[in-house]
């Protein structure tokens, strides 16, 4: 109907258009996320698995598991695939990870400290790796740094069962004698081991000289092997990349540390298969000889891993970069 203004001129009434709501009037709220989820979140994609999360935690583990499934919900996204042998991360939870790993290590660092406490002295650095490699070359590489207030935790082991430590949280860095994969923690190689077919010089005689390049593994027939493990892991790997046959023979003597094995080489036990850099000094000495130099000796690499977050401790970088100068000699 025709409106009459006081003047009395008539007019219709305007409406004006309301511009589109936004997408955040249009979105409900979504309200913060809980710092408590998302550093349950970044244990779990970092350890690989619920139970090793809630162990660096100190939650129990459907804790954990119900931590997880209320932040998916607050997302609406699925982080984790649930797997009998842990939880895989999506790419989302990949996403997540890259956003809130260097946020909640610093916060985490101001926590353990205190923001306003005297600066205090940095954790022991716990590392961990083969029992050879660390006394015959990390050990002497790291020793100078007790001078600079460094405090080393030394823990000897096979990879396996070091790499879920340091998944659990238990070790800062981990020598690894295999390749590893995935985003859980980051490793670079660290240094190459080249294996060396060994006897003492009495043994060495008995075989004859150049007869092991002459006749290959038909000169070492019934001759004595001392081995790591009774299935002879790097005598079969040399066998296979050196002569391409398979090693069948069993082990007189096995010792499951590499520096017994060199013992009982020097002492006329039989012959092995070892790292290069074990036995320089005997092979120096004439303690032991190489029985064949091969073009294309089998050689392994060994990798450094370092756990999220270690890198919190000033001590843990100095022992990671004292260790990578000093690989290159080994």
């Known amino acids: 109907m025709p409106h009459r203004d006081s003047n009395g001129t008539s007019s219709a009434r305007v409406r004006r258009a309301r511009p589109a709501p ?4 249009v979105a409900p709220a979504r309200a913060p996320l809980d710092l408590s989820l998302l550093r349950t979140f970044l244990a779990v994609h970092r350890s690989g698995s619920f139970t090793a999360a809630a162990r660096v935690l100190g939650l129990s583990q459907p804790t954990v598991t119900t931590q997880i499934r ?37 916060l985490a660092a ?15 650095v716990h590392l961990a790796g083969p ?58 190689p660290l240094a190459d081991e080249e294996f060396v077919l060994v006897a003492s010089p009495e043994w060495a005689e008995r075989i004859g000289p150049r007869r092991v390049a002459a006749e290959g593994p038909a000169a070492l027939r019934g001759v004595p092997i001392v081995a790591y493990a009774d299935d002879l892991p790097i ?27 060199l013992s009982a080489v020097a002492a006329g ?11 320089l000094d005997a092979l120096a000495a004439g303690a032991v000889v190489p029985l064949l130099l091969p073009e294309d000796p089998p ?11 270690a890198a919190a401790n000033p001590h843990v970088l100095l022992v990671r970069d004292r260790m990578l100068r000093s690989a290159p000699s080994w």
Request: aromatic share 6%; net charge positive.
């Open 110 to 124: 101001v926590a353990e400290r205190g923001p306003l406490a005297a600066e205090k002295r940095p954790d022991p």
């Open 299 to 309: 050689i392994n690499t060994g990798y450094l891993a370092q756990r999220p977050g």
């Open 131 to 188: 029992a050879e490699l660390l006394c015959a070359r990390v050990l002497p590489a790291l020793a100078p740094l007790t001078d600079q207030g460094v405090r080393l935790r030394v823990t000897m082991g096979l990879t396996d069962e070091l790499l879920d430590g340091l998944r659990g949280g238990r070790f800062d860095l981990v020598i690894s004698t295999l390749r590893l994969r995935g985003r859980i923690f980051g490793a670079v």
């Open 269 to 279: 036990a039989g012959i092995s298969v070892l790292p290069r850099y074990l036995c």
């Open 22 to 25: 936004s997408l955040a009037e």
């Open 70 to 106: 209320s932040l998916e919900q607050q997302l609406g996204r699925e982080l984790f695939e649930r797997r009998p042998r842990g939880a895989v991360p999506t790419s989302v939870a990949d996403e997540l990870a890259t956003q809130v790993a260097a946020p909640i290590d610093a």
């Open 235 to 261: 005598a079969r790997r040399y066998w296979w990349h050196v002569f391409g046959e398979r090693l069948t023979e069993q082990p007189a003597i096995t010792v499951p540390d590499l520096r017994g094995v």
